[in-house]
């Protein structure tokens, strides 16, 4: 993923722009508030203001030709509920927008929005997770800003090795095990912990992977 906009400067939004602009991904950082874009200016390749629920706007600064886009609108739902409509118009292939509500997340998700976050609820739901099992990889201290998550194998890496996928050198994303759906003998998905490179993923397979929360904040979470 080389170029990403995100629109939306708050905290989720402005920690996805400098997390992705640290990783060296081409990042458009766009809010409404000259304040905000001006706070990034130097966490981003490029830091602007304009209302980017007009379309002129959008394709002033080529945002049809981004890898992927954040919408990170949460508190003026209108607002992130045109530019998803928007962005898909304009042909990006993968959008991602932020929801405060169950119901918002429906929405976003019915008008083409490809993955959809509620960042609070699942931060909770990983907190209640890891105090319920100790397991040994929630006890380690990751580096600040970097995060373990459970991620579903996206529809392009379907049938590919992991030699191919270069996760760690292109994804940015450490993997730990895969959970195999029915595989094992009890019908439960099948673990299997550090895979070789020649490991040919599926549809369905489940990813336990340690990376940095912006990046990991662009794929779709599973709860453990």
């Known amino acids: 993923m080389k170029r990403v906009a995100v629109f939306g400067l708050g905290r989720f939004g402005a920690s996805v722009a400098r997390t992705l602009n640290d990783e060296g991904v081409e990042v ?4 409404r508030d000259r304040r905000l874009a001006d706070r990034l200016k130097d966490h981003a390749t490029v830091a602007v ?18 890898d992927a886009v954040v919408v990170g609108i949460g508190d003026h739902f209108e607002a ?11 042909g990006v292939a993968h959008v991602v927008c932020k ?35 100790d397991s040994v ?12 998550a459970r991620i579903r194998v996206r529809e392009e890496w379907t049938g590919r090795t992991l030699s191919e996928l270069r ?3 292109d994804a940015r994303l450490n993997l730990i095990q895969v959970h195999r759906q029915g595989e094992a003998a009890d019908g439960e998905p099948l673990r299997i912990p550090l895979p070789d490179g020649d490991f040919r993923l599926q549809t369905g397979d489940v990813l ?5 929360n912006g990046i990991l904040s662009t794929y779709e979470s599973v709860g453990r």
Request: proline share 2%; net charge negative; charged share 25%.
């Open 28 to 31: 458009l950082a766009v809010d």
């Open 49 to 66: 203001a304009f209302d980017a629920t007009e379309r002129e706007n959008l394709e002033r600064f080529e945002v049809g030709h981004m």
């Open 80 to 90: 992130s509920v045109m530019v998803t409509l928007l962005c898909k118009e304009l």
């Open 99 to 133: 929801a405060l509500t169950a119901d918002q997340a429906k929405v976003l998700t019915r008008i083409g929005a490809d993955r959809v976050v509620q960042p609070e609820q699942q931060m909770g739901r990983w907190l209640a997770e890891d105090l319920l099992h």
């Open 137 to 148: 990889v929630n006890m380690v201290e990751l580096p600040e800003g970097y995060s373990l």
């Open 167 to 169: 996760m760690l050198g």
């Open 208 to 212: 336990d992977v340690i990376g940095e």
